[in-house]
């Protein structure tokens, strides 16, 4: 066949078009099975639920999540990438889902599928001073939390604040707050809690819940039969107690919606 240099070029523009649309696009739950092999990204900056120990992802929901997927059968490839990063790269199919802490807001629902919560908590007031609790003991402060956080959207609707300063990690927030440049941190209470107890001497001050929310894992926009078979299994995991042990050893409590 005679082809001629114009053609070739065609051919491989082509192909490359179709490479791209291709890699654009999330995995469905059939290829998935078939690779035997889910991909999972998460932060690791977020400790307990997601951090790392020794070099290694580890926490919470990184252990759930193992224990969810071989209920589905499927060996888990883990990433780790930035906080803000993680729900963009669901519907270019760089992985196939994330469960990073990631609160169910209608805002994030228009950009991906959520799964059933596998914990729900809130964002509580972290300071060194103990006059600051609540909500209303924001008013005229500055206040620390970490950049696309349900934390950061929240605060933006509490009237009064002096300032809500963002930062790319959530422990650069509590470092902010740590220094006294900041009065307050505000950030999951489970985080609230591990922080306080693994820095006894630093004189964290927890305070109260100011929003709650329902905590779920995600996956490509109207990747349905995906999250079916995730929520399956995720069920699975808490009928079986194993979902209770994990969340007693974390927390010394069950944290699931009631
Ligand atoms: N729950 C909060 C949210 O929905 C904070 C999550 C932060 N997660 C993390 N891996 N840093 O935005």
Redesign the pocket.
Known sequence: MHTTNKGWKRLLVGALGLFLAAAAQARGYDEIRKAGKIVIA??G??AP??HFENNKLTGFEIELAELVAKKMGLAVEWKALG?DALLAGLNQGRWDLVI????VTQERARAVTFTEPHYCSGGIVVSKNPALRAAKDLAGKSVAV?T????MQQLSKLPGLKEVKNFPQ?TDARTAMLSGRLDAWVT?RFVAKAAAKSQPAAGLQVGELIFV?R?AAAVGKGNTPLAQAYNQALREVFADGSYAALSQRYFGEDVRCK
């Open positions: 998460s932060e900056q977020y639920f997601n906080f990073a802490s990631h609160g970490q696309g956080s349900s934390y959530d999951d929310e905590i």
